[in-house]
């Protein structure tokens, strides 16, 4: 079944203090276009977020937002640059021997100059974040199919019933299209009596002129040109890979069908049935954009 590009996914992940929050938005797009919203800290994420979803989207523009949330209790150590406070130490002794006074400085007073004490913080797990990502980001795209499945089932019904519209309505053409004909040889025959003045008409050589008039004017292979995208249509949208592309080109090729048609008829009761078929055609063009 057909699917729409048009989705919203939520994911949320709790694993050992961190706290994962994954949502994604999709929207109509040409082709397949991910931007990824999160935090500096965790930029080097944004292609395993992106792989992911590419590995289940084949067409849109999606944003993903990501926030993580880091609850784990902060662990600290507290180390000392043993040689820098040494150097500190050793300068400023000779400091005071230079200027002859005493040394009286405190350990208190050591420990502030700078960098001989230095605070250090764990360093972050990065794979231990992208699990909870991961986890959140999952649940947050098996949600954004979900929707997006939904909404291409009911692209599927009412592209169908579109489809069913036009079949009816090409089977009043076809019906109509004899009745053309012998329509088309009546004129000629009335023109031909008026152009010559009422006198004898060879009706061997008006059967000729009607032929090759009716040849012209016949929409018969645009008839069976645009039933045979009409199937085509159907098998399309049954099928269960992104065919979004390919539906338009169909519609865009049953388009250029009807309007043969509509030239070549120029009839009074095709060219109505024309102009609703042609609407119908739009109603999908209008609805393909959105599958995927």
């Known amino acids: 079944m057909i699917k729409s590009m048009t989705g919203f996914g939520r994911g949320e992940c709790d694993l050992n203090g961190l706290h994962a929050v994954v949502e994604i938005r999709s929207v109509n797009h040409r ?3 991910v931007t990824v919203r999160i935090s500096r800290s965790y930029f080097q994420l944004e292609e395993r977020i992106k792989s992911l979803i590419h590995d289940h989207v084949a067409r849109g523009h999606l944003d993903v937002y990501v926030n993580i949330e880091d609850r784990r209790e902060k662990k600290r150590n507290v180390k000392l640059d043993k040689e820098l406070l040494i150097a500190y130490d050793k300068c400023l002794r000779e400091m005071a021997e230079i200027l002859n006074i005493e040394y009286e400085i405190e350990l208190d007073d050591l420990s502030r100059f700078p960098d001989v004490l230095l605070v250090e913080e764990k360093e972050e797990d990065i794979e231990e974040v992208w699990t909870a990502v991961q986890q959140s980001l999952q649940t947050a795209v098996k949600e954004l199919l979900e929707m997006r499945e939904r909404e ?67 929409i018969a292979e645009e008839l069976v040109r645009l039933s045979s995208h009409l199937e085509q249509l159907e098998e399309s949208l049954q099928t269960g890979e992104p065919v979004g592309r390919k539906i338009e080109f169909i519609l865009q090729e049953m388009n250029r069908e009807i309007n043969t048609i509509g030239s070549k ?28």
């Not at 009745?179 to 060879?202: C, F, G, M, S, V």
């Not at 060219?271 to 209008?286: D, F, G, N, Y």
């Open 31 to 33: 082709f397949r276009e």
């Open 152 to 218: 291409g089932a009911r692209l599927y019904e009412d592209l169908i019933h579109c489809k069913r519209c036009i079949s009816k309505l090409l089977d009043q053409i076809k019906e109509r299209g004899p009745q053309l004909t012998e329509e088309l040889r009546a004129r000629l025959k009335i023109k031909l009596h008026q152009l010559l003045d009422d006198q004898e008409i060879d009706e061997s050589r008006l059967a000729t002129e009607v032929v090759l008039f009716a040849e012209r004017s016949s």
């Open 265 to 292: 008829a120029a009839d009074l009761v095709i060219s109505p049935l024309v102009v609703e078929i042609k609407s119908q055609i739009e109603k999908m063009r209008e609805q393909a954009q959105n599958i995927e």
